[in-house]
């Protein structure tokens, strides 16, 4: 026999104990009186046919804001550890495997991106999270990923601190909601449809103010990059990694157009993600004073990946299968390796870990 609930999944109606036995509390939201019975003729008559819809709707608005208020309350996970065990293969004492969900709520992310030297690595890692391994995070992970989303978006508007890495993470993001909602279907996904047509909402709202983002104008008689001798202007150039960056320096201002466009300074950066490419060795180390660097940059780009380069990165420790962020201050003072490691040289045993290769550990 069919109940009538709130909701398909509820158990179905509330009752309660009285000394008379047990009473029905609740009846599309209307208290019952102790001894009133339902008639049926009297909740099918044609005259109170608004009943039902005036009660559906008001569930349905309930329901909605249950939603989006489970979608607002911040996940709350304390561990005391700050360290995951990678668990890669079932064992006789073990029969287990850890997740993505799982390390992205154990490792402490949200410290990590008010880190300027692991900002960057906790960006990218979320942004290749957002193109393939979305639907594999669990609904806590999820929401956990959201929470930690906008921490990021908060700190580029307070600190203006690389807002194009965090644009090409809120597109892609943005593009894989969308072709999971339209194209794929909704069934992909882990929780309420309104949940999720509300966390779209929040992504467009945060695309709209990085996009807004007014950078604040320099004081009069500040020191702006212009008034630094040439050498030094140049140097800085020569550590910036990313050919856009050098692209839009010398787009800022004239005068640094002629120190972005110096073939030597394009030469180095071939250098430095390419050489290690047996294919690419011999040609990046020529001499020849022939080549267009830059041209040269752009079509290896399109067939080799560029190296990642970043101030602090995940270390995973190959003796104890531990995933963890070394403090490099703790192990300066306290010989601390930031897990507890059984190996006589703990140093030896790690490993850096790109972002990719922290997707990998958790694919099986």
């Known amino acids: 026999m069919p109940f009538l609930g709130k909701d398909w999944r509820s158990p179905g109606w509330s009752w309660t104990k009285t000394e008379h036995g047990w009473r029905r509390v609740f009846l599309y939201g209307h208290e019952l009186e102790d001894n009133r019975e ?44 700050k360290w ?97 909602t339209i194209h794929v279907g909704r069934c992909v996904l882990v929780g309420n449809v309104n949940i999720w047509m509300c966390r779209q909402e929040t992504i467009h709202k945060w695309k709209q103010q990085v996009d807004n983002l007014q950078f604040p104008k320099q004081m009069c008689n500040s020191m702006t990059f212009n008034d630094l001798p040439l050498h030094m202007q140049d140097k800085i150039l020569g550590k910036l990694s990313d050919a856009y960056d050098i692209i839009n320096v010398g787009q800022a201002m004239p005068a640094l157009h002629s120190l972005s466009e110096d073939r030597i300074l394009w030469k180095k950066l071939c250098h430095f993600h390419f050489s290690d490419k047996q294919f690419c060795r011999n040609l990046v180390l020529s001499r020849s004073d022939k080549v267009d660097w830059k041209l040269m940059y752009f079509t290896l780009k399109r067939y080799y990946p560029m190296k990642e380069q970043y101030g602090d990165t995940l270390h995973f420790c190959k003796n104890c299968n531990v995933l963890f962020w070394k403090d490099g201050h703790l192990a300066l003072l306290f010989k601390d390796c930031g897990h507890p490691c059984t190996a006589n040289d703990p140093d030896s045993c790690l490993m850096p870990v790109s972002p990719q290769h922290f997707i990998d550990l958790f694919k099986f």
Do not use: M, W
């Open 38 to 81: 339902i008639d049926l003729k009297e909740v099918c008559n044609d005259n109170n046919e608004n009943l039902f819809v005036e009660d559906v709707c008001e569930l349905a608005t309930s329901k909605r804001k249950k939603d989006l208020y489970n979608n607002s309350t911040k996940s709350q996970f304390v561990f005391v550890d």
């Open 84 to 180: 995951i065990y990678v668990q890669s293969r079932s064992t006789k004492e073990r029969h287990v495997y850890s997740t993505l969900g799982e390390a992205l709520n154990r490792l402490d992310f949200s410290s990590a991106i008010q880190d300027l030297r692991r900002f960057n690595y906790v960006a990218k890692l979320f942004q290749l999270i957002a193109r393939t391994q979305l639907t594999s995070l669990s609904g806590a992970a999820q929401k956990n990923y959201f929470n930690i989303l906008e921490k990021i978006v908060r700190k580029v508007l307070d600190d203006h601190y690389n807002p194009r890495l965090v644009k090409d993470l809120l597109q892609d993001l943005s593009l894989t909601l969308h072709n999971f």
